[in-house]
Nanobody
Framework: QVQLVESGGGLVQPGGSLRLSCAAS????????MGWYRQAPGKARELVAT???????NYADVVKGRFTISRDDAKNTVYLQMNSLKPEDTAVYYC?????????WGKGTLVTVSS
């Protein structure tokens, strides 16, 4: 049984920081590309960042320079460090695991950026 469990969401002020974690189980973690996606109220789900098995990273333009994705293969965990948060970053953030024949999603964690 595959599980992706996100944590670390919450309420933060504009300009603040949060660190999201996604703990994976039931997969051979180091064979999967990992990613973070988000869905803001009334909008479609969008890519935030990905990190490959080679640790190559990719970021959406709107978060580049502010967010950092990383993975700890020994802990089967992927992280998203979010700095300089803006109200428009408010969304449910979802963890994703992907390889050529399988893709899995977490249930999401809510990030609210508001003063």
């Amino acid at each position: 049984q595959v599980q992706l469990v996100e944590s670390g969401g919450g309420l933060v002020q504009p300009g603040g920081s949060l660190r999201l974690s996604c703990a994976a189980s039931g997969i051979i973690f180091n064979t999967y590309f990992m990613g973070w996606y988000r869905q803001a109220p009334g909008k479609a789900r969008e890519l935030v960042a990905t990190i490959g098995t080679s640790h190559t990273t990719n970021y959406a333009d709107v978060v580049k320079g502010r967010f950092t994705i990383s993975r700890d293969d020994a802990k089967n965990t992927v992280y998203l460090q979010m700095n300089s948060l803006k109200p428009e970053d408010t969304a449910v953030y979802y963890c994703n695991a992907r390889h050529p024949y399988n893709q899995y999603w977490g249930k999401g964690t809510l990030v609210t950026v508001s003063s």
